[in-house]
């Protein structure tokens, strides 16, 4: 098992990007994000759109993808976290095996500043007690009106 870290500098091909997205897109869990939105944090992540960059974590074994995170920085640091984790998915039929934990302790150590997450509802995996084990604290309700 590996985990390989991709940002500004060690950039994804145009095949890997969308087998990631396709990836997030079949196991995340709650709230579904559409592959647009998956591939454009992707995007945001390598710098392939103008932003700040970031990075994503892919963990695999033998050529199968066992989780992913995307990881946005977000550039503000003094009032919000330097990097939101954009998301956070291990595969369906690897889950409660060690992967959750072995990649989120992989993200946390490599990004530098605070981390945050957005968890939608209780049936996501991983739910909100699993990022509290790791010293994640509820701030805030996020309210949104999309246009």
């Known amino acids: 098992m590996v985990i390989k870290t991709y940002d500004a500098y060690t950039r994804l091909s145009t095949m890997e990007a ?8 079949e196991h995340q869990e709650g709230k579904k994000a559409t592959k647009t939105a998956i591939r454009k944090a992707i995007q945001y992540s390598t710098k392939d759109i ?6 994503v974590f892919s963990m695999e074994e ?6 992913l995170a995307v990881v946005n920085k977000t550039g503000m640091g003094d009032y919000i976290p330097e990097n939101f984790l954009v998301f956070f998915v291990v595969h369906r039929n690897h889950r409660d095996q060690g992967i959750e934990q072995k ?3 992989y993200t946390l150590q ?13 049936n996501q995996c991983p739910n909100q007690h699993f990022f509290e084990e ?11 009106l999309n246009r």
Not at 50 to 55: E, I, Q, R
Not at 110 to 122: D, F, L, R
Not at 134 to 144: D, K, L, P, S
């Open 18 to 25: 969308n087998r990631f997205t396709n990836f997030l897109f």
């Open 103 to 105: 990649l989120l302790e």
């Open 134 to 144: 790791y010293g994640f604290q509820v701030t805030h309700t996020e309210m949104r």
């Open 110 to 122: 490599y990004c530098k500043g605070g981390v945050a997450v957005h968890i939608t509802n209780e």
């Open 62 to 67: 033998k050529e199968e993808i066992l989780g």
């Open 50 to 55: 103008p932003g700040l960059g970031g990075y």
